[in-house]
């Protein structure tokens, strides 16, 4: 499937917000992971932080392994206390 194809199929099904729990159901994970994914930035939220951006989970699913890695060097970086995006 396209990711457009796939875009505008999962904002036919859900709106373009969704909760965590029926997020948890489209990625096939537990609302817990979806609270992680969204602290991490791998997905976004919406409403004020109570709904998750349905685009970001097409996003998410279109490309997971790209997505985990910069998670993934995020945490890393702010475990160092690297937060700081330029350096001299």
Do not use: H, W
């Amino acid at each position: 499937m396209r990711q457009t194809d796939r875009m505008t199929d999962m904002l036919e099904r859900y709106g373009e917000v969704c909760k965590r729990t029926v997020a948890a159901r489209i990625l096939g994970v537990s609302a817990g992971t979806v609270s992680g994914m969204l602290e991490d930035g791998r997905l976004r939220t919406a409403c004020a932080g109570t709904m998750v951006d349905v685009r970001s989970i097409a996003a998410y699913i279109e490309a997971p392994a790209e997505a985990n890695e910069l998670a993934r060097v995020r945490r890393k970086r702010e475990k160092l206390g690297m937060n700081c995006r330029f350096s001299v």
